[in-house]
Every structure is written in structure tokens, then in C-alpha cells.
């Protein structure tokens, strides 16, 4: 039981957390985008697993800043099953990618998270984390 890196044998599990979260239909593209990041040298894919079935998983991102001393790092995807939510196993995740950050020279760990996921907010602000407003967006058709 516990935090390891992920492999694209998670991809099913990694893609049931995503709809959890309202991505549905990642089935299609996920397993291409795990071999990508998991060979990034600024990701970190990571699984929580218990009793041989991943439960959990986060998505980091670190980013190189040049106008300030420490980088930042990112929590791109964030999911705890949706079943054993409040068991402190999201906080056990959110600690070890925080060290991961300081290993990494970040003085700062930032995670966007839409509005509408209210317990979420909770969640990041109990973990110390602040709300940092504006965040601006622009789509780029393909």
C-alpha cells in the first residue's frame, strides 16, 4: 500500500479517477499521454495503491521560473476515489508531492480548481494552500 510512480498498466484505473472528476471518454487518448509524461523529466504521474488496485493518482508538473529564485510545481490532475474520500489518504498524496517539489527547488506548489468543486477547496485549504484569483484562459482550436 502507498505512492508510486505510475505505469501505463494504470491507465484504466487513472481513466475511472478522470471521470470521477467529469473527463469522461479519456479511454481513447489516455495511454498516449501517460507515455509522454511518464518519460518527462518536469512530470511526475504518481498512483496511491491499496491492496494491488490504484485508488488514487496526481498529475505534477514542475515549471522552471526565470524571474524568481524558487520554481513552482503544479498539480495538473488530482483524484481520490470517490468511495474512501476523507480516509487522509488525498493529505498522505498532497505531503509526499510537496517534498517532491522541495527536492526540486519549488518554493511554491499550485493547483487550479474549477469553482464548481466546492469540497475540493476544502480540501486544498486545509492543506495550507491559499486562493491565488486571476487565472485566465484562452482555447486554442486545433
Same mark, same amino acid.
Given at each position: 500500500m502507498g505512492i508510486r510512480r505510475a505505469v501505463i498498466e494504470d491507465w484504466k484505473a487513472i481513466a475511472n479517477l478522470l471521470s470521477q472528476l467529469d473527463y469522461s471518454d479519456t479511454e481513447t487518448?489516455?495511454?498516449? +499521454?501517460?507515455? +509522454?509524461?511518464?518519460?518527462?523529466?518536469?512530470?511526475d504521474l504518481l498512483v496511491y495503491e491499496?491492496?494491488?488496485?490504484?485508488?488514487a493518482f496526481i498529475s505534477l508538473h514542475?515549471? &522552471?521560473?526565470?524571474?524568481? +529564485?524558487?520554481?513552482?510545481?503544479r498539480i495538473s490532475y488530482f483524484a481520490v476515489d470517490k468511495t474512501? $474520500?476523507? +480516509?487522509?489518504?488525498? $493529505?498522505e498524496i498532497e505531503a509526499f508531492c510537496t517534498e517532491l517539489a522541495k527536492n526540486r527547488n519549488c518554493d511554491r506548489l499550485e493547483v487550479h480548481c474549477h469553482s464548481r468543486r466546492t469540497d475540493a477547496h476544502r480540501f486544498y485549504a486545509r492543506q495550507g494552500f491559499?486562493?491565488? &484569483?486571476?487565472?485566465?484562459?484562452k482555447m486554442i482550436k486545433q
Amino acid at each position: 500500500m502507498g505512492i508510486r510512480r505510475a505505469v501505463i498498466e494504470d491507465w484504466k484505473a487513472i481513466a475511472n479517477l478522470l471521470s470521477q472528476l467529469d473527463y469522461s471518454d479519456t479511454e481513447t487518448f489516455i495511454r498516449e +499521454k501517460m507515455e +509522454k509524461i511518464i518519460i518527462h523529466p518536469d512530470e511526475d504521474l504518481l498512483v496511491y495503491e491499496d491492496n494491488g488496485e490504484v485508488i488514487a493518482f496526481i498529475s505534477l508538473h514542475y515549471i &522552471p521560473q526565470i524571474a524568481l +529564485k524558487g520554481d513552482f510545481a503544479r498539480i495538473s490532475y488530482f483524484a481520490v476515489d470517490k468511495t474512501i $474520500r476523507s +480516509k487522509g489518504i488525498g $493529505r498522505e498524496i498532497e505531503a509526499f508531492c510537496t517534498e517532491l517539489a522541495k527536492n526540486r527547488n519549488c518554493d511554491r506548489l499550485e493547483v487550479h480548481c474549477h469553482s464548481r468543486r466546492t469540497d475540493a477547496h476544502r480540501f486544498y485549504a486545509r492543506q495550507g494552500f491559499i486562493e491565488s &484569483p486571476k487565472y485566465f484562459m484562452k482555447m486554442i482550436k486545433q
